[in-house]
């Protein structure tokens, strides 16, 4: 069993209903969980936006509600991802790396045609450079993940414009 092998079960894991995996071969023994036993899966909370209230005198224009209350600019709501837009997400907690060495060219660029099985990006996770293939075909729209920074698992890597 090789390095892809155990990459081809860790997606098998994420992508089912199944919570654990465990093989044996030979002398070979490969466990796979989505989480530990008796721990309970994190939860993010976030916490409300402070909110500013302010009095307007009788007879007075209220303040405009597309500038914020210091002065930042105010940003639209991202439109939502059109159909033929997959995101291409992080299969586990690393850091996200664009080239195979600091020196070398990136793996892909935005505007680059990828195919299944073409190596995107490496994600280092425990001291191992675990390579991110496409399984789609498709054109890269936006890369979404900087270079040499921390990534979680499910964080959307690339945005691709399926072909």
Same mark, same amino acid.
């Given at each position: 069993?090789?390095?892809? $092998?155990?990459?081809?079960?860790?997606?098998?894991?994420?992508?089912?209903?199944?919570?654990?995996?465990?093989?044996?071969? $030979?002398?070979? !023994?490969? =466990? &796979?969980?989505? %989480?530990?036993?008796? !721990?309970?899966?994190?939860?993010? *909370?976030?916490?409300?936006?402070?909110? &500013?209230?302010?009095?307007?005198?009788?007879?007075?224009?209220?303040?405009?509600? $597309?500038?914020?209350? %210091?002065?930042?600019?105010?940003?639209?709501?991202?439109?939502?991802?059109? $159909?033929?837009? &997959? #995101?291409? =997400?992080?299969?586990?907690? +690393?850091?996200?790396?664009?080239?195979?060495?600091?020196?070398?060219?990136?793996?892909? =660029? #935005? +505007?680059?045609?990828? !195919?299944?099985?073409?190596?995107?990006? @490496? *994600?280092?996770?425990?001291?191992?450079?675990?390579?991110? #293939?496409?399984? *789609?075909? +498709?054109?890269?729209?936006? @890369?979404?993940? #900087?270079?040499? %920074?921390?990534?979680?698992?499910? !964080?959307?890597?690339?945005?691709?414009?399926? +072909?």
């Amino acid at each position: 069993m090789n390095l892809n $092998d155990v990459k081809r079960l860790i997606r098998l894991v994420e992508s089912s209903a199944i919570d654990e995996l465990e093989i044996h071969e $030979d002398k070979l !023994q490969i =466990r &796979v969980t989505k %989480h530990r036993p008796g !721990q309970a899966a994190p939860v993010m *909370i976030p916490a409300p936006a402070p909110q &500013v209230l302010q009095a307007v005198p009788a007879g007075a224009q209220p303040p405009r509600m $597309d500038a914020s209350p %210091h002065g930042a600019k105010v940003e639209p709501a991202p439109a939502p991802a059109a $159909d033929n837009l &997959v #995101e291409i =997400r992080s299969p586990m907690v +690393g850091t996200f790396y664009r080239s195979p060495s600091p020196d070398a060219a990136p793996y892909v =660029r #935005e +505007g680059d045609s990828i !195919q299944p099985g073409k190596v995107l990006c @490496i *994600i280092e996770a425990m001291k191992l450079m675990n390579e991110i #293939e496409a399984e *789609i075909t +498709g054109k890269i729209v936006k @890369i979404l993940a #900087e270079n040499a %920074h921390p990534v979680e698992y499910n !964080q959307p890597l690339f945005l691709v414009e399926k +072909g």
